[in-house]
């Protein structure tokens, strides 16, 4: 059972920048296949960015270029900086962990992943 905290969102002004943290437990980071997820009221489940084992990342279109995924095997933490921030990046940020079966179409879809952290508020401001 992998558990999954996040930390570092907050409220920041458009244009500003964030660091979201995601501690792993009970897992390695570098042994499954690590996203970030974004979810707005009243909307679904988005997925934003995800690392693969091999360390091959991905992103969602509306995300490119402004935000990158990374993780630290030492401290078994997943990263996403956030530059360039848009008030329509205003979402609670989840992190998750799936099997690392390689199936890359699918590795934006929360369908694909098992364990969820609770969640880390991100209010953009214009």
């Known amino acids: 059972q992998v558990q999954l905290v996040e930390s570092g969102g907050g409220s920041v002004q458009a244009g500003g920048s964030l660091r979201l943290s995601c501690a792993a437990s009970g897992g390695t980071v570098n042994r499954h296949l690590m996203g970030w997820f974004r979810q707005a009221p009243g909307k679904e489940r988005e997925g934003v960015a995800a690392?693969?084992?091999?360390?091959?990342?991905y992103y969602g279109d509306s995300v490119k270029g402004r935000f990158t995924i990374s993780r630290d095997g030492a401290s078994n933490t997943l990263y996403l900086q956030i530059n360039s921030l848009k008030p329509e990046d205003t979402a609670l940020y989840y992190c998750a962990a799936g099997p690392p079966s390689w199936t890359p179409a699918s590795f934006l879809l929360a369908s694909r992943y098992e364990y969820w952290g609770q969640g880390t508020q991100v209010t953009v401001s214009s």
């Open positions: 690392v693969y084992i091999g360390g091959s990342t």
